[in-house]
């Protein structure tokens, strides 16, 4: 695959979450998984998808904190991490098309 598609579908992949916060933030990840024979663009969908998996799990368990007052600056601190790290990410796989990008701190899934 060339340098130009590697970096658009795993940028693509990394900023899915910049598109919508429900389901398609998920589905972008999982359809470039699925259609794609390059290595490096599955690393970062996968990679991407697990980010956007932990996001929601951590993103409910700070609700549930929410009644214990330590729930709302974890939940701004979230909002800033969603935000920060893909970009971080787009970056990452811009510069440098041939290796996939990891998210520091995520439980990986897949």
């Known amino acids: ?6 970096k658009i579908l795993s940028a693509l992949s990394h900023g899915a979450i ?20 390059d290595s490096v663009v599955k690393s970062n969908a ?3 998808l697990n980010f956007h998996i932990n996001i929601y799990i951590y993103a409910i368990i700070f609700g549930i904190l929410i009644w214990l007052l330590i729930g709302i600056p974890l939940l701004v601190l979230l ?5 920060v790290m ?23 899934l897949f």
């Open 1 to 6: 695959m060339d340098a130009d598609k590697r």
């Open 46 to 48: 996968k990679e991407s």
């Open 79 to 83: 909002a800033i991490i969603s935000f």
């Open 86 to 108: 893909p970009i971080i990410a787009i970056l990452n796989v811009i510069n440098n098309p041939n290796k996939p990008y990891c998210y520091p701190f995520i439980f990986r």
């Open 18 to 37: 910049f598109l919508s916060t429900t389901i398609v933030s998920v589905g972008i990840p999982i359809a470039i998984l699925l259609l794609t024979n």
